[in-house]
């Protein structure tokens, strides 16, 4: 069984990240001193992804920044067969409290 995960986290890994375009504050990272970068932040999870395009359109580096505690040793990350059954897991979880409070329980 893999270690707990944030469901955010486990969902990211499953659906793929939900990305916006943002502008990134002062001091922080903005992409190489070449090219054009865009600035992508995860809605979900909160990483990070730069995108910087070269003048023909392509993309000539993608540099990701990851959320704390994302990133796991390679002996731990999960399998997707794994991570699909968390998210079901908590999906039904998450149905069965809807269920509790459209009955007027609160959800323990
Ligand atoms: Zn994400």
Redesign the pocket.
Known sequence: MPKPMKP??RA?RTTR???ETFIPGPGEYRGPDWGHTIALL?V????QRFVTIDSLGNISTSRYIAPPDYKLPADEVPTNGELRIALLRDQRKTEREGARRRNGKRAS
């Open positions: 955010e986290y990211c990240h939900w990305m995860c979900r999870c909160g990483m």
